[in-house]
């Protein structure tokens, strides 16, 4: 793949920030072994932390992390052969010295002039703080900074955020996480709309109604009570995850398949995504929330909200794309639906258009295609009733990797097409701006239901299209 107009390196040595964190012990870890494994992450991992831990502490809780993701299925030599590359620079980030520790680290384990990848998987209130002491140590000239997520609050703080950090780094060193950006199903939307000719033929206002998206989670905030009630499901997982999503499911094709031409598409499209009008919203919290560790007396955090987009391109005119997401509702799946428009006329069904077709694309849990088409029941007379057409890429195409392990490769070799370049997370920023920070409280649904009555109408009188039942 061409990364020619960036800073291509390949990392001589990893350097991992908050690696005692959750976030490192949930996917990071997990993800690193399953690159040592398949021989991808060869250099030296230094972790750095505000731990009593020492080298061998870290180690320890490093083999914890992986054998309580992989159980029996962790190879000890594997694992051995990722923990002898581990070392350990412990120490509050405000203090220059962790960055000279970190420096001497560095240069012991792959030489003076080693090239860093540096994965800042700590909260973002850091960012600033850690890029600020990398510099100060001299090593930003040869640093390619990772970032996690959030990055900002909203346009103004993102903006701040990477004046800061350009400071230091230039763009093409700066990459931003989205997880989403590292789902084996989010890249395959490229693959499916530009490698086929049939849906490149359907995708656009002469054939497709609206579009649906629901990405449901059947679970609740759980102990992230203090994360959550900060940030709540529009800068959570629509402005970044869904927004993203939402580029590659309607851009045009990209120039070629490079990081920047992409991204480039991805930009065009965003930007002719009009800003959201919060009369186009509806807003839910689940009932009992507010109960929830950690959450402020008189919150008005949504966890679940449902939108309207437009998008004024010559693509896209006319044709709406509703969008929700949300916590504690029935099922966990991202789902993107087209919904086509009628054919021009009802032959079978005395005028009045039956159910229309459908072309569901299913990122979550099981990615695959779903096309819903119209097919005659036995008979006597020509019914037209739905029929799905089913593909579930795993049973044809095998096991993907995981997100992490897609972020990690990519970002120790040195392609950024699956991070967020700063013009698009603008856009997206600039998209949800006046939905963010509602002072209204969020209409109460509860756990297990759709979200609030009010978003069932949405797409119009007949609601929202039906879902798949679970693959088995
Ligand atoms: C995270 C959000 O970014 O994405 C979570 O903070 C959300 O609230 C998660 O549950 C969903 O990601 P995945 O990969 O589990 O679908």
Same mark, same amino acid.
């Given at each position: 793949?061409?990364?020619?107009?960036?800073?291509?390196?390949?990392?001589?040595?990893?350097?991992?920030?908050?690696?005692?964190?959750?976030?490192?012990?949930?996917?990071?870890?997990?993800?690193?072994?399953?690159?040592?494994?398949?021989?991808?992450?060869?250099?030296? #991992?230094?972790?750095?932390?505000?731990?009593?831990?020492?080298?061998?502490?870290?180690? !320890?809780?490093?083999?914890?992390?992986?054998?309580?993701?992989?159980?029996?299925?962790?190879?000890?030599?594997?694992?051995?052969?990722?923990?002898?590359?581990?070392?350990?620079?412990?120490?509050?980030?405000? *203090?220059?010295?962790?960055?000279?520790?970190?420096?001497?680290?560095?240069?012991?384990?792959?030489?003076?002039?080693?090239?860093?990848?540096?994965?800042?998987?700590?909260?973002?209130?850091? /960012?600033?703080?850690?890029?600020?002491?990398?510099?100060?140590?001299?090593?930003?000239?040869?640093?390619?900074?990772?970032?996690?997520?959030?990055?900002?609050?909203?346009?103004?703080?993102?903006?701040?955020?990477?004046?800061?950090?350009?400071? !230091? $780094?230039?763009?093409?060193?700066? /990459?931003?996480?989205?997880?989403?950006?590292?789902?084996?199903?989010?890249?395959? #939307?490229?693959?499916?709309? =530009?490698?086929? %000719?049939?849906?490149?033929?359907? @995708?656009?206002?002469? @054939?497709? !109604?609206? /579009?649906?998206?629901?990405?449901?989670?059947?679970?609740?905030?759980?102990?992230?009570?203090?994360? $959550?009630?900060?940030?709540?499901?529009?800068?959570?997982?629509?402005?970044?995850?869904?927004?993203?999503?939402?580029?590659?499911?309607?851009?045009?094709?990209?120039?070629?398949?490079?990081?920047?031409?992409?991204?480039? %598409?991805? !930009?065009?499209?965003?930007?002719?995504?009009?800003?959201?009008?919060?009369?186009?919203?509806?807003?839910?919290?689940? *009932?009992?929330?507010?109960?929830?560790?950690?959450?402020?007396?008189?919150?008005?955090?949504?966890? $679940?909200?449902?939108?309207?987009?437009?998008?004024?391109?010559?693509?896209?005119?006319?044709?709406?794309?509703?969008?929700?997401?949300?916590?504690?509702?029935?099922?966990?799946?991202?789902?993107?639906?087209?919904?086509?428009?009628?054919?021009?006329?009802?032959? =079978?069904?005395?005028?009045?258009?039956?159910?229309?077709?459908?072309?569901?694309?299913?990122?979550?849990?099981?990615?695959?295609?779903? #096309?819903?088409?119209?097919?005659?029941?036995?008979?006597?007379?020509?019914?037209?009733?739905?029929?799905?057409?089913?593909?579930? /890429?795993?049973?044809?195409?095998?096991?993907?990797?995981?997100?992490?392990?897609?972020? =990690?490769?990519?970002?120790?070799?040195?392609?950024?097409?699956?991070?967020?370049?700063? *013009?698009?997370?603008?856009?997206?920023?600039?998209?949800?701006?006046?939905?963010?920070?509602?002072?209204?409280?969020?209409?109460? $649904?509860?756990?297990?239901? @759709?979200?609030?009555?009010?978003?069932?109408?949405?797409?119009?009188?007949?609601? @929202?299209?039906?879902?798949?039942?679970?693959?088995?």
């Amino acid at each position: 793949m061409a990364v020619a107009r960036n800073d291509a390196r390949s990392a001589d040595v990893l350097v991992l920030f908050g690696i005692t964190g959750d976030l490192a012990h949930k996917l990071v870890l997990p993800a690193l072994y399953q690159l040592t494994q398949r021989n991808e992450l060869t250099v030296p #991992l230094i972790g750095v932390a505000l731990t009593d831990l020492d080298t061998d502490g870290l180690r !320890h809780h490093v083999a914890e992390s992986v054998e309580q993701a992989l159980g029996s299925a962790a190879d000890a030599d594997v694992l051995a052969r990722m923990l002898g590359r581990i070392d350990l620079v412990a120490g509050d980030y405000d *203090d220059p010295a962790v960055f000279t520790r970190l420096a001497q680290a560095v240069t012991a384990a792959a030489g003076p002039d080693a090239f860093l990848v540096a994965y800042l998987a700590i909260p973002p209130s850091l /960012f600033g703080t850690v890029a600020d002491g990398l510099a100060g140590a001299g090593l930003n000239d040869r640093t390619r900074l990772v970032v996690e997520k959030p990055f900002g609050r909203d346009l103004a703080s993102a903006q701040a955020l990477d004046a800061r950090l350009r400071r !230091h $780094y230039p763009e093409d060193r700066i /990459f931003r996480v989205d997880h989403f950006l590292g789902k084996e199903p989010v890249e395959d #939307l490229l693959v499916l709309r =530009f490698a086929n %000719a049939l849906f490149e033929a359907l @995708w656009n206002r002469e @054939w497709i !109604h609206h /579009f649906e998206i629901t990405m449901a989670e059947d679970f609740d905030v759980s102990d992230r009570g203090s994360f $959550y009630d900060a940030v709540g499901t529009v800068r959570d997982v629509v402005q970044n995850h869904l927004l993203q999503v939402l580029a590659y499911l309607l851009m045009d094709s990209p120039l070629s398949d490079a990081a920047d031409d992409q991204r480039d %598409a991805k !930009h065009r499209l965003l930007r002719a995504i009009r800003t959201v009008d919060p009369g186009e919203v509806v807003r839910g919290r689940y *009932d009992g929330y507010t109960d929830t560790p950690s959450v402020a007396p008189g919150s008005t955090t949504e966890t $679940y909200v449902a939108l309207t987009l437009h998008v004024d391109d010559w693509r896209w005119a006319g044709v709406p794309v509703y969008l929700r997401a949300g916590k504690a509702l029935p099922r966990t799946l991202l789902d993107l639906v087209a919904v086509l428009r009628p054919p021009p006329r009802a032959l =079978f069904t005395g005028g009045v258009h039956p159910r229309p077709d459908l072309v569901r694309l299913r990122l979550q849990p099981d990615a695959g295609v779903t #096309l819903t088409l119209l097919a005659k029941r036995p008979g006597d007379q020509d019914i037209p009733v739905p029929v799905p057409i089913t593909v579930a /890429f795993r049973q044809v195409l095998g096991p993907m990797q995981s997100a992490y392990e897609r972020i =990690f490769a990519d970002a120790l070799r040195g392609d950024p097409a699956h991070f967020a370049r700063m *013009d698009n997370l603008e856009e997206a920023w600039r998209i949800v701006g006046p939905i963010l920070d509602s002072p209204e409280p969020p209409l109460v $649904y509860p756990r297990g239901s @759709w979200g609030p009555q009010a978003a069932a109408t949405l797409p119009g009188p007949q609601g @929202w299209v039906e879902l798949p039942k679970p693959e088995t």
